[in-house]
C-alpha cells in the first residue's frame, strides 16, 4: 500500500494538528505513547508521520523528505518554499507585528532599527512603505531588543500580546494575520494526488466543523 510521509510541527501545535489528521481518517494511535521517538506510523492507514521542528518543516516538503506537512503562514511568508499550500487549518492563528517601547515616537526622517528573526518580512514591509531601515537579525527573545536600546522597533508575532505586555512593551501595526497550512511537495502532490487530496478533503471537514 501506498504510505504517505507527513512532517507535523512539534510541540502543541502538533498535537492539534494530528488530532485533525486522526480525525479525518488517518489514525496513527503509537504516536500517543509516552516516548521520544520521531517517527510513527500505520501501514493499515497508509501514513508515517514525523515530528519536526516547526520551522523546518517546509525544508522536508520542499525537498520531498515529506509529502505534506504543515506550516506556519510566517514561515512560508519568511521563506518562500517551493511548495503548494492546499488548506488553511484554522489553527495556530496569531498575527505579525510590529511593537514597540509605550512611549516610542517614530522619527520618519531616521533609519528604523528594526529587531527580528523575520527579516525577509519585516524588510518587505517596509520596503512597501519607503521606509529605510536597518535590520537586526536575531534568532529569539526578540522583545529584548527595544528594551536594551539595540532597536527601535521589533516585527515579530504576537499571539495573546502577553509577552508584549510584560516586557513593557505594545504593538503598533499589524502586518499579517498568521495561521497554520497543509502544504505539500510539488511531485508528490503530481504522483500521489488521490491520497493527498483524501487528506486535504479529510482536514477541509475537520476545519468547517471546528467552526
Ligand atoms: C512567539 C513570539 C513571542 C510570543 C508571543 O514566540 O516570538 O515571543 O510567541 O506570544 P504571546 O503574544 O501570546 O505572548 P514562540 O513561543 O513562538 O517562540 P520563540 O521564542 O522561539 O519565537
Do not use: H
Not at 501595526?173 to 508528490?188: F, G, H, M, V
Amino acid at each position: 500500500m501506498e504510505m504517505i510521509n507527513v512532517a507535523l510541527p512539534k510541540g502543541r501545535l502538533g498535537e492539534k494538528v494530528y488530532e485533525m489528521f486522526e480525525k479525518s481518517g488517518f489514525p496513527c494511535p503509537s504516536i500517543k505513547e509516552p516516548n521520544r521517538k520521531l517517527i510513527f506510523e500505520n501501514k493499515e492507514a497508509g501514513v508515517r508521520y514525523f515530528w519536526v521542528k516547526p520551522s523546518d518543516v517546509a525544508i522536508y516538503v520542499e525537498r520531498g523528505a515529506a509529502d505534506i506537512g504543515v506550516a506556519g503562514k510566517d514561515i512560508l511568508l519568511e521563506y518562500e518554499p517551493d511548495v503548494y499550500e492546499l488548506l488553511d487549518l484554522n489553527l495556530g492563528k496569531c498575527r505579525m507585528a510590529v511593537a514597540a517601547k509605550k512611549d516610542f515616537r517614530d522619527d520618519p526622517n531616521s533609519t528604523l532599527r528594526v529587531a527580528t528573526k523575520f527579516t525577509n518580512i519585516a524588510s518587505r514591509y517596509y520596503a512597501d512603505k519607503c521606509r529605510d531601515i536597518d535590520i537586526i537579525k536575531l534568532n529569539g527573545s526578540i522583545e529584548i531588543a527595544p528594551i536594551l536600546g539595540l532597536s527601535d522597533v521589533i516585527v515579530d508575532i504576537v499571539e495573546t500580546g502577553k509577552t508584549l505586555l510584560e516586557n513593557d512593551l505594545e504593538p503598533k501595526e499589524t502586518i499579517l494575520p498568521i495561521s497554520a497550512r497543509l502544504i505539500a511537495n510539488k511531485s508528490s502532490y503530481k504522483f500521489k494526488n488521490e491520497l493527498i487530496e483524501r487528506v486535504r478533503e479529510g482536514l477541509l471537514r475537520q476545519v468547517k466543523t471546528n467552526d
